[in-house]
């Protein structure tokens, strides 16, 4: 069955990086795109990146924009998430999801299935 | 990217129905039909209940159906059962090619 492990997550000082992976299974990984989505402790889900299944496309939400990169490697069956300069509001558990439709370029429909996510704490 | 604007609570017995309502923008719902559902329990991952504004992805109940009229997304539950306590998210495709999430429901039943 499809699966999504997310891995990476700790605790780490502000300005700080962390780079977080999404291991897949049970799919043909490098047909879809991909997106992480986070949500912090007690609050709602904030979509993060997504990142297209040939890596020609990519978008980040403004909150993360030149800080956060998304990449993957199809070899792998890996997306990744690289986190720079992180702040004490990126704190949450971050969920990678697997895009419902193939060969999509862009974030439309919908995402299933997702993973459990990794927690990242940003503290001093 | 303004988050969706949900309900914060809703509240049913069992065997009653409930609607949730998603309210976006021209530069989201109101401009695609890329809204999908989302129902998380304490602790787990979200799962898919809907998806492109009324779709039902195989294995989820046919209690749970959604629509969108403009700018505002509506999901509705028929026939309370326990297991649906949840929180639910609408999400939508925007105009700037990204996605937004609405702040969440907390469905408590009665």
């Known amino acids: 069955q499809v699966q999504l492990v997310e891995s990476g997550g700790g605790v780490v000082q502000p300005g700080g990086s962390l780079r977080l992976s999404c291991t897949a299974s049970g799919f043909t990984f490098s047909s879809y795109g991909m997106q992480w989505v986070r949500q912090a402790p007690g609050k709602g889900l904030e979509w993060v990146a997504f990142l297209s299944y040939d890596v020609s496309k990519k978008f980040y939400a403004d909150s993360v924009k030149g800080r956060f990169t998304v990449s993957r490697d199809n070899s792998k069956n890996t997306l990744y998430l690289q986190m720079n300069s992180l702040r004490p509001d990126d704190t949450a558990v971050y969920h990678c999801?697997?895009?419902?439709?193939?060969?999509?370029?862009?974030?439309?429909?919908?995402?299933?299935?997702w993973g459990q996510g990794t927690l990242v704490i940003v503290s001093s | 990217q303004s988050a969706l604007t949900q309900p914060a609570s809703v509240s049913g017995s069992p065997g009653q129905s409930i609607t949730i309502s998603c309210t976006g923008t021209i530069s989201d719902i109101g401009s695609y039909n890329f809204v999908s559902w989302y129902q998380q329990h304490p602790g787990k991952a979200p799962k898919l209940m809907i998806y492109d504004v009324s779709n039902r992805p195989s294995g989820v109940s046919n209690r749970f159906s959604a629509s969108k009229s403009g700018n505002t997304a509506s999901l509705t539950i028929s026939g309370l059962q326990p297991e649906d306590e949840a929180d639910y998210y609408c999400?939508?495709?925007?105009?700037?090619?990204?996605?937004?999430f609405g702040g969440g429901t907390k469905l408590t039943v009665l």
């Open positions: 999400n939508s495709y925007t105009t700037s090619s990204t996605l937004v």
């Open positions: 999801a697997k895009l419902r439709d193939q060969w999509d370029l862009l974030p439309r429909s919908c995402f299933d299935p």
